[in-house]
């Protein structure tokens, strides 16, 4: 991607200029959302039309100009070419989503984790997911296991009413049940003992949620997919420090990690990972 960036941008940016551009944007529908460093910023009108013509999928591009933040995970946004209009309708591995890129926070870069996690799950697993968004793992785990049924939570109002639709959007209304509210509560007092395998996509806070996980999954145990945030050298040292994390975290739990992975890189020497962990109750 940096290559092509540079590429598309090769007349408007001076080589030195090229060197400071960051190395990839975000494609989510037919929208584009892209970082620009500030030394830049004065040619960000520029960059985007470059983007908006040379990206034939594309109607809409987005300057991000904060980072993601607040128990909702936003970003903002600034408006650069294209049509201002920020819901979209992005596809992935067969599936819609319907996506407002200003009031939810949604990756496509969890794409590939995302698929690996649908496959991972067989038919009459019962799967919550405890920070579902607009719904994209819980949707895809239900459309490719049509007897499993997963419960999606999440506390923005914003995101539950777009897992409704997108779960309707992909037929999947009669196996996906979105609960809007806080995944504390409603994992304790709503879900507890029902789950064999319970997802945690919350980087920053999961470790605030982890006896709520445990506490939906089965009196047997089950399967936590733990993702966090630690820093490394590279991709390898960021897995040995991920085994150790996770280790720690669940320190009080009979556990075993059966895999740990770098999902992204989210920042120098910081990476996402996510660990496979089976627990014992």
């Known amino acids: 991607m940096s290559g092509k960036l540079k590429a598309l941008l090769d007349d408007i940016l001076s080589r030195e200029e090229k060197c400071n551009i960051f190395s990839s944007y975000d494609t989510v529908g ?12 004065y040619k960000k009108y520029a960059i985007g039309a470059r983007l908006l013509e040379k990206t034939k999928s594309a109607k809409s591009v987005f ?9 909702f995970r936003l970003r903002k946004l600034d408006h650069l070419a294209g049509l201002e209009k920020r819901v979209t309708e992005h596809r992935e591995y067969g599936c819609r989503f319907v996506v407002d890129i200003d009031q939810v926070y949604f990756s ?13 799950v067989r038919n009459y697993e019962v799967v919550t997911n405890m920070f579902a968004g607009v719904g994209t793992f819980s949707i895809l785990i239900a ?19 777009l897992c409704n639709i997108n779960a309707r959007l992909n037929r999947v209304q009669d196996r996906v049940f979105p609960f809007c509210g806080d995944a504390d509560y409603i994992a304790k007092r709503v879900l507890s003992g029902i789950s064999h395998r319970v997802l945690m996509p919350l980087p920053e806070r999961a470790k605030e949620f982890l006896d709520s996980a445990i506490e939906c999954l089965r009196d047997e145990g089950g399967i936590v997919h733990f993702f966090a945030h630690v820093r490394g050298e590279n991709k390898k040292d ?23 992975r770098v999902i992204r890189e989210v920042g120098p020497r910081l990476y996402q990972i996510v660990s496979d962990v089976a627990v014992v109750k």
């Open 238 to 260: 960021a897995i040995n420090k991920g085994i150790m994390d996770t280790t720690n975290a669940f320190k009080r739990y009979n556990h075993k990690i059966s895999c740990t």
């Open 143 to 161: 459309k490719r296991n049509p007897k499993s049924k997963v419960f999606s939570l999440d506390s923005n109002p914003r995101a539950s009413l």
């Open 63 to 71: 300057l991000q100009t904060s980072s993601v933040e607040g128990d």
């Open 30 to 41: 037919d929208t584009i959302v892209i970082k620009i460093p500030e030394s830049l910023l």
């Open 108 to 120: 496509p870069r969890l794409s590939t984790e995302r698929h690996r996690i649908a496959t991972s």
